[in-house]
């Protein structure tokens, strides 16, 4: 059974802090590592999809990078617009296309 | 271009009732997955549909729930009899295709409460 865990669950964070956020994962065979972010009271907003070790995407102050075991979401002198939660979820070759999702990750910036 | 449409965002409902969760999937998206995140849990597969078609339901509980994606209209999850147990949050996906790029985009969710 594909499994994710992410660490920290919860973060709190000076604006302008950098940190990072932890995605482990067990898969048989990855397809592709996404990862979301999550307001309170919304749907998941797609922000990156990963598919092979050494991979990395940008968008704005979050870096995603990926190895064969996790994979890491940066996040560079954040903002508190950037307070969410954010989602890891694996997808396997053989899964019939369904995202298997860990609990998270909420961050707070404080101003 | 509208995003996934789900409805209604709220939805309370008496133990023993019916509820019935709607889903219009993004414009040119052939492929829909309902999740459903309960309190303090991660979202959870349930079911993958095409037009017509359930291409895995492996993640609905085999009693009581039910989802269709008809060829004219949207998707329904539908849960009979309800229990307090299924009080959570229910939320519908779409991708375009099912290739190496198939993101699925989430709607805002339906959230259930069972009195």
């Known amino acids: 059974e594909d499994q994710v865990t992410q660490s920290p669950e919860a973060l709190r964070l000076q604006e302008g802090e950098s940190s990072s956020l932890n995605c482990s994962y067990t898969?048989?065979?990855?397809?592709?590592l996404f990862w979301y972010r999550q307001d309170p009271g919304k749907g998941p907003e797609f922000l990156f999809t990963?598919?092979?070790a050494g991979e990395e995407k940008e968008k704005e102050r979050l870096k995603a990078t990926l190895t064969k075991k996790e994979s890491f979401l940066h996040i560079t002198a954040p903002k508190p617009e950037d307070s969410a939660t954010y989602l890891c979820?694996?997808?396997?070759?053989?899964?019939?296309?369904?995202?298997?999702f860990g609990k998270g990750n909420q961050v707070v910036v404080i101003p | 271009n509208a995003g996934v449409m789900q409805n209604p965002r709220h939805l309370v409902r008496r133990r023993g009732q019916e509820a019935r969760l709607r889903c219009s999937p993004m414009?040119?998206?052939?492929?829909v997955y309902w999740y459903r995140q309960l309190p303090e849990e991660g979202l959870k597969f349930m079911v993958y549909?095409?037009?017509?078609?359930?291409?895995?339901e492996s993640g609905m509980p085999k009693e009581r729930f039910s989802a269709e994606f008809p060829k004219e209209g949207p998707s329904i999850l539908r849960i009979q009899q309800v229990v307090r147990g299924d009080s959570a949050a229910y939320f519908c996906?779409?991708?375009?295709?099912?290739?190496?790029?198939?993101?699925?985009?989430f709607g805002p969710g339906t959230r259930l409460t069972v009195l």
């Open positions: 414009k040119g998206h052939s492929h």
């Open positions: 990963l598919y092979s």
């Open positions: 996906a779409s991708s375009p295709q099912v290739d190496h790029t198939d993101t699925q985009y």
């Open positions: 898969v048989s065979g990855l397809r592709g």
């Open positions: 979820a694996v997808q396997a070759r053989r899964g019939n296309n369904r995202l298997a």
């Open positions: 549909l095409q037009k017509e078609n359930i291409i895995d």
